[in-house]
């Protein structure tokens, strides 16, 4: 099968299955079973082989994501900088509010999109290394979060303006639900569960579609709060009676390109994870896939 | 392997690869000499075979996704028809307008989101019928977009409102064009290249998941549009005069609860998709997979 064109590298299911149909004659059931881990299993694939294509394809998926990620990052700092007067902590609420997009377009979607793609598209080297690399971005994101949360929350306090009130906030508060239960679940499942590496193998690889699915869901949920945020601050803006009418235009267009970023990058996200381009080096470790 | 709890069906990618492991030894690539289209091939595997639990599961997906997609629809209906002064073609810009919201989210939301997870979830019937009902689901979808479109926008020209001016707008107008481009791709790579389904094989297969992950992007992205609209007509009925406050708070609630139904509309989606759950009546139409 000429799996290039279509996913260079077999996908979790595919390389389980293969596992399986390793196992020693008599097994009934190869998942019960998993390989002994002293047992070192190369994939040596022949159609894991890249053509120019895939090669193009995957380069661009890296390329065009890594500007994406960045670039949604500059342009809110951007905006905040020379529009919204910068930021600072607890001088005025005005500008403590300001930190609360930055750091959240960072946690939520800079440092969570980095640690998806990194998972779905470095497998060139051993996979333990690649799931700490994905569990260590997704821990970074974790302060930037709590802090855009406490800097929104501190400064609706100092502005006697009501919490929790509008369809933003509800999203977000959704969205930092499922992010803390998928961290926990990940932790577990994919690292604290390696520990008796044989009699979790089943559990793992149930986890595997439903961490994956859910992680997806919750990237797309961060960028529908993100985008809705943005709304609503823009609405704000056209009240406002000290800004002229040519920044109030400006900063629509500002906002509004932070928003078409944000839906590419969803849309980038979406087709690398699910396409499965990963650097096919011929030899995949496949016992560590879980 | 016990892929029960992991994915009853097998994956496109695995059928796939099941197809070239039982083609002819001899043969360099199974997916350029596809099987050919008048052997019968049914896989009847035992780990198929559907526990209780996935029963349980597939059920709650089924009914849960059912409710959501309906009812997101209601709710909209009953915003519009009690809060919004209910809809009217031409006599009243306004009442045009509110028709808006109804067809995009019928399109959109209930009928594309049904035509997903049918394609996804019913696999007890022939695969070519599903496709079938698919494709119905989004031609149906396509009449109430375009009313929809037609609706605000004559809606503003009536209102001399600016067209294309809001973020809501843009990301509208990328969710139209990816839909149309999904649509059409979709009915040649799978219905029209069928005509001449062995030359067309290799092609078809590595549009899967192309077409896969740009619809599940598609879908997210309409989900985000609609929840930015609502944000939009939340802010403008803010600043009318002529609702009470009572009712301001009740639209402000029900507008809310909209948009949390779409964004759980978005993880139950993902989740049934990526779990690829079916019906795993045992016997699967292998051959007719693409």
Known sequence: MDTNSVSPL???EEAMDRISEKSPPGTPNGIEMPPPPDEKRYEEDPDNAWNCCSWCEYLLIVILSTILLVGVLVLTLFWVMFYRDGFAWSESPKQQFNLHPILMIAGFVTLSGFSILIYRLCRCVKHIYVKLIHMFFHAVAIPCIALGFLSVFDSHEALQKVNFYSLHSWLGLVTMGMFVLQFVIGFF??????????????????????HASLGLANFWLAIATSVTGLIEKERETVNETNVSQENKLI???????????????????????????APASAKVYVTERI
Chains 1, 2 share one sequence.
Request: net charge positive; glycine share 4%; with cysteine.
């Open 10 to 12: 077999p996908p979790m």
């Open 189 to 210: 499942s994919f690292l604290v569960m390696l520990c008796c590496e044989n009699k979790t193998y089943s559990c793992r690889s149930a986890m595997v579609p439903i």
């Open 251 to 277: 900063e629509h267009y500002i906002t509004s390109a932070i928003g078409i970023t944000l839906i590419f990058i969803g849309i980038i996200v979406t087709f690398a994870v699910r396409r499965s381009n």
